[in-house]
T-cell receptor, first 115, second 112 residues
């Protein structure tokens, strides 16, 4: 159980364009979705938390208008990086969560490179 | 901020047991100890978690001290594929809306 599908696994985009990352929980309902990013040689940093049907809560320093999160269903959440810049290049990881069981699962990550 | 401290790195010989320590001296009574690992360019992988009692699964064993201020993750027979960054994390409940705060983790290198 607790299968998570995140795609794309790797994307290269031009500066100024937008990129959408999808995260699906395939065999459970994710009441909460966490989005992390990880810069090279650093740990995972939480960007935002969203509950199904509600607006996301962003961590300090994360621009909510730049990183748009949609969590419209219990099995799908998306992160859209708008007007991407090279400094947004990073490894983005989703983590759907449900109460009980292991609780925390993670997607395989998306490597975003903005050129 | 992360509530755990781990040594930055550790080496282990293939086939030997790897004992990964973690300090969590400020852990609360209702907080679990979770262990995850991250192999390069992949998402974190769940290993094991526990509250007070020692736990064992097909991947590892978790030994939690009686005062719960520290724990040790044991990989009984380390393989080259166990080379990864290991994260020890404390969290109040099993999932739900309680976020996981990752520290710097510990890089385990298993040598042939």
């Amino acid at each position: 159980g607790a299968v998570v599908s995140q795609h794309p696994s790797r994307v290269i985009c031009k500066s100024g364009t937008s990129v959408k990352i999808e995260c699906r929980s395939l065999d459970f309902q994710a009441t909460t979705m966490f989005w992390y990013r990880q810069f090279p040689k650093q740990s995972l940093m939480l960007m935002a938390t969203s509950n199904e049907g509600s607006k996301a809560t962003y961590e300090q320093g994360v621009e909510k208008d730049k990183f748009l999160i949609n969590h419209a269903s219990l099995t799908l959440s998306t992160l859209t990086v708008t007007s991407a810049h090279p400094e947004d290049s990073s490894f983005y990881i989703c983590s759907p969560s449900q109460v009980g069981g292991y609780g925390y699962t993670f997607g395989s990550g998306t490597r975003l490179t903005v050129v | 901020d992360a509530k755990t401290t781990q040594p930055p790195s550790m080496d282990c010989a293939e086939g030997r047991a790897a004992n990964l320590p973690c300090n969590h001296s400020t852990i609360s009574g209702n907080e679990y100890v979770y262990w995850y690992r991250q192999i390069h360019s992949q998402g974190p992988q769940y290993i094991i978690h526990g509250l007070k009692n020692n736990e064992t699964n097909e991947m590892a064993s978790l030994i939690i001290t009686e005062d719960r201020k520290s724990s040790t993750l044991i990989l009984p027979h380390a393989t080259l594929r166990d080379t990864a960054v290991y994260y020890c994390i404390v969290s109040k409940i099993q999932g739900g809306s309680e976020k996981l705060v990752f520290g710097k983790g510990m890089k385990l290198t298993v040598n042939p």
